[in-house]
């Protein structure tokens, strides 16, 4: 059985903090819910520690933020950030193929 998301990560905070209910975590849409489990998972089974994912968050989302306020839009949705901080991380500890992504993503587009 899965441990519970306190038991097995650290509880994000400020604006890394997931969105979340009573319940836990929630989702707009499938692809966010498959997104944090793969983070999750891969976390669990220690290809990286979760403040290692959690500092490219917080960076994800400034960035995020401060090209939104440049272009004077909306800074996009927690889990495009989220998503996007993940992939870097993925590349970095060389887990995924940032090229093997972006086929993988205009395929199913």
Avoid: N
Avoid at 47 to 65: C, G, N, P, S, T
């Amino acid at each position: 059985m899965m441990a519970s998301l306190k038991e097995s990560v650290p509880e994000l905070e400020g604006v890394a903090a997931i969105p979340r209910d009573e319940e836990g975590p929630v989702f707009a849409a499938p692809w966010e819910a498959r997104t944090f489990a793969l983070v999750r998972s891969l976390c669990e089974q220690g290809h990286y520690r979760w403040k290692d994912f959690q500092k490219h968050l917080i960076v994800q989302i400034a960035e995020d933020e401060a090209g939104a306020r440049e272009a004077g839009a909306k800074p996009p949705p927690y889990y495009e950030s989220f998503q996007a901080a993940a992939l870097k991380l993925f590349a970095e500890k060389t887990i995924l193929d940032p090229e093997d992504v972006k086929a993988k993503i205009a395929e199913l587009r």
